[in-house]
Nanobody, 122 residues
């Protein structure tokens, strides 16, 4: 059971980047999948969650980031647009261990990817 986050890199302010979270050993559909980020010295920040077809966003990324899933590829994506320097962080995806879990029912993110670094700089 594993999650693999990828797609991080260097992008200029105002640019876009797409992150992927691929699952192996278990299916990502029909469970809550979340994206988080952490800046050194700060607490981990929740960004977005997807369960079934419902999506949720923090105020800090709403309107700029889009979460989606491709069940055939067992992958969840985070498309990030209009990136700001303050978006620079290590981004993590996480999955609720429970099949059928929902974002609105207190997801228990027990499976974590290894993180992918996003740098926003000119």
């Amino acid at each position: 059971v594993q999650l693999q986050a990828s797609g991080g890199g260097l992008v200029q302010p105002g640019g876009s980047l797409g992150l992927s979270c691929a699952g192996s050993g278990f299916t990502l559909d029909y469970r809550a999948i979340g994206w988080f980020r952490r800046v050194p010295g700060k607490e981990r920040e929740w960004l977005s969650c997807i369960s079934s077809s419902d999506t949720y966003y923090s105020d800090s990324v709403k309107g700029r980031f889009t979460i989606s899933r491709d069940n055939a590829k067992n992958t969840v994506y985070l498309q990030m647009n209009s990136l700001k320097p303050e978006d620079a962080a290590v981004y993590y995806c996480a999955a609720d261990r429970r099949y059928g879990s929902q974002c609105t029912a207190g997801p228990d993110f027990g499976i974590w990817g290894q993180g992918t670094l996003v740098t926003v700089s000119s």
